[in-house]
C-alpha cells in the first residue's frame, strides 16, 4: 500500500487518511516512518487506540524513550496519561510552554505518539513549529554565526523542587520534582538530523538555559531572539483535537506547545516517546 500525505500547512505537517495504525505491515511503516521524518508532524484521525495499541505500535518504531519526572501508567510504564479535568481550570497546562520533550536528556526522544482519549468542546489546542523552517529562513551570517555553538540544557525550571507547586494542582496526574533536575547537558544548537541529513534548530525555551561559553546578557538577548523566530505563525502548525486522533510529530526537528484555554472541559491524552540519540 502506498501512504498519501496531505499537507496541512504550506511548510509542514500532513494528514494520513485511510490506515490502521495496529495493522500496517513493515513495509509500510517505513514507509510511515519516512513521512514523519518528512512532513515533521503526522496527524492520523479515528484511531481510538488504546493502550496497549498505542504501546505496540509505538515499540514497533524504536525502544521507548526514558520518562523522568512524570509518573506513567502502572500496567503500560511506557505511556503517560496527560489529564487535567474540568475543574481545574487554574491549574498548570502540562506541556504549556514552547518545548522538544526531554530535551535536557543525554539523548532526548527522536519520536511522540499522542493519542486524544477526551478532548474539550473548544481549546485545548496543541500548535507545532518547524524548526527546519525556522534554520531555513536565517541568513547565512546568522547561520554561521549559530553552527559554532551548543546549548546548555536543563530541566530545572519545569522539575526542579521549586516548581513542584506548580504541578500539584493537576490531580489526574502525578509529577514529582527533584534536585535530578539540575543538571545540565550540552547540545549542538544546529544539529544535523540522523534521518533527513538536514540541518535544524535544536532549541526550545523551557530547557535552553544558557549558551555554551557565551556571556548571560549576550546569551538571554540570544535566546530571546531564537524563541520569537522559531515560534513565529509562519512556521506553525495548529492541531485542533478530535477524539481518536493519534498524532505522531519529531522532536529533532521541532518544537510544540499545548494551549491551556479550556477551563471548565476535561482533557485526555495517552503520550509516548521512542528514544533517540545524541544531537550531533
Same mark, same amino acid.
Given at each position: 500500500?502506498?501512504?498519501?500525505?496531505?499537507?496541512?500547512?504550506?511548510?509542514?505537517?500532513?494528514?494520513?487518511?485511510? &490506515?490502521?495504525?495496529?495493522?500496517?505491515?513493515?513495509?509500510?511503516?517505513?514507509?510511515?516512518? #519516512?513521512? !514523519?521524518?518528512?512532513?515533521?508532524?503526522?496527524?492520523?484521525?479515528?484511531?481510538?487506540?488504546?493502550?496497549?495499541?498505542?504501546?505496540?505500535?509505538?515499540?514497533?518504531?524504536?525502544?521507548?524513550?526514558?520518562?523522568?519526572? +512524570?509518573?506513567?501508567?502502572?500496567?503500560?510504564?511506557?505511556? @503517560? /496519561?496527560?489529564?487535567?479535568?474540568?475543574?481545574?481550570?487554574?491549574?498548570?497546562?502540562?506541556?504549556?510552554?514552547?518545548?522538544?520533550?526531554?530535551?535536557?536528556?543525554?539523548?532526548?526522544?527522536?519520536?511522540?505518539?499522542?493519542?486524544?482519549?477526551?478532548?474539550?468542546? $473548544?481549546?485545548?489546542?496543541?500548535?507545532?513549529?518547524?524548526?527546519?523552517?525556522?534554520?531555513?529562513?536565517?541568513?547565512?551570517? !546568522?547561520?554561521?554565526?549559530?553552527?559554532?555553538?551548543?546549548?546548555?540544557?536543563?530541566?530545572?525550571?519545569? %522539575?526542579?523542587?521549586?516548581?513542584?507547586?506548580?504541578?500539584?494542582?493537576?490531580?489526574?496526574?502525578? +509529577?514529582?520534582?527533584?534536585?535530578?533536575?539540575?543538571? %545540565?547537558?550540552?547540545?549542538?544548537?544546529?544539529?544535523?538530523?540522523?534521518?533527513?541529513?538536514?540541518?535544524?534548530?535544536?532549541?526550545?525555551?523551557?530547557?535552553? /538555559?544558557? @549558551?555554551?561559553?557565551? #556571556?548571560?546578557?549576550? #546569551?538571554?538577548?540570544?535566546?530571546?531572539?531564537?524563541?520569537?523566530?522559531?515560534?513565529?505563525?509562519?512556521?506553525? %502548525? /495548529?492541531?485542533? $483535537? *478530535?477524539?481518536?486522533?493519534?498524532? +505522531? $510529530?519529531?522532536?529533532?526537528?521541532? *518544537?510544540?506547545?499545548?494551549?491551556?484555554? %479550556?477551563?471548565?472541559?476535561?482533557?485526555?491524552?495517552?503520550?509516548?516517546? &521512542?528514544?533517540?540519540?545524541?544531537?550531533?
Amino acid at each position: 500500500m502506498h501512504i498519501e500525505a496531505q499537507p496541512l500547512t504550506g511548510v509542514f505537517a500532513a494528514e494520513v487518511k485511510g &490506515i490502521d495504525l495496529v495493522n500496517l505491515d513493515g513495509d509500510d511503516l517505513a514507509e510511515l516512518r #519516512a513521512l !514523519m521524518c518528512e512532513h515533521e508532524v503526522l496527524v492520523v484521525r479515528g484511531q481510538s487506540l488504546e493502550p496497549a495499541q498505542q504501546s505496540a505500535f509505538s515499540s514497533r518504531l524504536g525502544p521507548f524513550g526514558e520518562v523522568p519526572f +512524570i509518573a506513567t501508567m502502572d500496567e503500560f510504564p511506557e505511556v @503517560i /496519561r496527560v489529564v487535567k479535568e474540568a475543574d481545574e481550570g487554574a491549574a498548570f497546562n502540562f506541556g504549556g510552554a514552547w518545548h522538544s520533550d526531554f530535551s535536557f536528556q543525554a539523548e532526548p526522544p527522536s519520536f511522540t505518539i499522542l493519542s486524544a482519549v477526551d478532548v474539550p468542546a $473548544w481549546g485545548g489546542d496543541t500548535c507545532f513549529a518547524s524548526m527546519t523552517a525556522a534554520w531555513n529562513a536565517l541568513h547565512e551570517p !546568522m547561520r554561521e554565526r549559530l553552527r559554532q555553538l551548543k546549548a546548555v540544557h536543563s530541566a530545572r525550571d519545569a %522539575y526542579s523542587p521549586k516548581m513542584q507547586a506548580l504541578h500539584t494542582g493537576m490531580s489526574g496526574m502525578q +509529577i514529582v520534582c527533584d534536585e535530578s533536575a539540575n543538571e %545540565y547537558e550540552v547540545h549542538p544548537l544546529v544539529p544535523v538530523h540522523p534521518e533527513t541529513h538536514k540541518e535544524v534548530l535544536f532549541f526550545n525555551r523551557a530547557y535552553v /538555559r544558557a @549558551i555554551e561559553n557565551m #556571556a548571560n546578557d549576550e #546569551a538571554e538577548s540570544l535566546m530571546a531572539f531564537l524563541h520569537l523566530h522559531t515560534t513565529d505563525v509562519k512556521f506553525m %502548525y /495548529r492541531h485542533r $483535537w *478530535q477524539a481518536g486522533d493519534v498524532v +505522531i $510529530w519529531d522532536n529533532r526537528s521541532t *518544537q510544540h506547545v499545548a494551549l491551556n484555554d %479550556y477551563a471548565g472541559f476535561r482533557r485526555e491524552l495517552r503520550r509516548t516517546t &521512542i528514544a533517540g540519540g545524541r544531537p550531533k
